[in-house]
């Protein structure tokens, strides 16, 4: 069963920068979309960045610019680099692995994001 491993979130303060990481296991990560979420209190889960297993990206336009999102599928780990840290960027980011053609969508645990104005 693929798990995933989220790490590097924490208390930042605005302006400054914070690079998430999440760890996949299993093999079924090369052929898999892999996304981040992200879920403010009180608020839904939204689409923060998402990339293909071609490397095709997508990014939410509140982060366009700030944040890069990036895969080593030899690690089977997805990335997203925050510049450029906003308070409204405080949230619960969660990874996501996209196989729903092979029957497989995972979630993460979630990792806290916080920035102070």
């Known amino acids: 069963q693929v798990q995933l491993v989220e790490s590097g979130g924490g208390l930042v303060q605005a302006g400054e920068s914070l690079k998430l990481s999440c760890a996949a296991s299993g093999s079924i990560f090369s052929i898999a979309s892999m996304g981040w979420y992200r879920q403010a209190p009180g608020k839904q889960r939204d689409l923060v960045a998402t990339?293909?297993?071609?490397?095709?990206?997508n990014y939410a336009d509140s982060v366009k610019g700030r944040f890069t999102i990036s895969r080593d599928n030899a690690k089977s780990t997805v990335y997203l680099q925050m510049n450029s840290l906003k308070p409204e960027d405080t949230a619960v980011y969660y990874c996501?692995?996209?196989?729903?053609?092979?029957?497989?969508?995972?979630w993460g645990q979630g990792t806290l994001v916080t920035v102070s104005s």
């Open positions: 990339i293909t297993r071609y490397g095709r990206i």
């Open positions: 996501n692995l996209n196989a729903r053609p092979w029957g497989t969508e995972v």
